[in-house]
């Protein structure tokens, strides 16, 4: 072999030795360190926003335990400007396609902050709770429970939580889906439904599951919440 073959193999080496392989691939690891520190001044830390176990607060959404392949499309719909939002735009396309897969590949494997259980026997005059359990097929309005699950727990990779998301973080995404200002997810379910829903169901839904949340946020186990995977 050459010498100028073996320098070659040999800086190649090093370099695969400087180069964690989830910073070429994407990881947990490296979405635990964005997710913490975020990445130099263009990238804050997902943290400073949605909490240090990814639990959400105030206006801004919880994080843990939602779907990959949800919070993935949400990152990239934010950094094609598919989905508008003055504060995430610029940090998703601030990140790069692994770094968006390792961000989200975090956030999905954090156990939820909290397990919501529906209003028991909800009635028409409880708009929030019937519309979210019973729908309104007069209107072909579908329970929000039929994606999102009981309790608003979420179902699956691409449906996710409801319970404990701010009432107006809630109001928001359905006006933003009847704006067009956000993708239509899937099989274009939610443009349509937020169509078919005037301000007081909106207000009406959105406050149900964001109540839902703040009646179970004390029910999770002690040491439970914010407990990554390895």
């Known amino acids: ?39 130099g001044a263009a990238v804050a830390a997902c943290a400073g926003c949605h909490g240090a176990r990814g639990e959400g607060g105030a206006a801004f959404p919880r994080l843990a335990g939602t779907g990959q392949a949800y919070l993935q499309a949400q990152l990239e719909a934010f950094a094609s400007g598919a989905r508008k939002n003055p504060l995430m735009q610029p940090i998703a396309q601030g990140l790069t396609p692994a770094q968006r897969k390792s961000v989200t590949l975090y956030y999905s494997q954090l156990p939820p902050p909290l ?18 359990t019973r ?8 329970a929000c429970a ?5 309790g608003g727990n979420g179902v699956g990779a691409h449906f996710p939580p409801l319970a404990g998301l701010p009432a107006a973080y809630i109001a928001a995404q ?6 067009g200002t956000r993708p239509p997810g899937p099989l274009g379910l939610m443009q349509a439904v937020a169509s078919k829903l005037g301000p007081a169901d909106v207000g009406a839904v959105s406050s149900y599951y ?18 990554a995977t390895p």
């Open 174 to 179: 359905l006006q933003a889906w009847k704006d």
């Open 1 to 39: 072999m050459s010498d100028d073959k073996q320098l070659l193999i040999l800086l190649l080496a090093c370099a695969g030795l400087a180069t964690p392989a989830w910073a070429q691939d994407g990881s947990i690891e490296q979405g635990r360190q964005l997710a913490a520190q975020g990445a």
């Open 146 to 150: 039929q994606c999102h699950g009981p």
């Open 135 to 142: 729908g309104r097929w007069a209107d072909q309005v579908p």
């Open 115 to 132: 397990q919501a259980v529906d209003a028991a026997r909800p009635t028409p005059a409880d708009a929030g709770a019937w519309l979210a």
């Open 210 to 227: 964001a109540g839902l949340g703040a009646a179970a946020a004390g029910t999770a186990p002690p040491g439970e919440k914010g407990k």
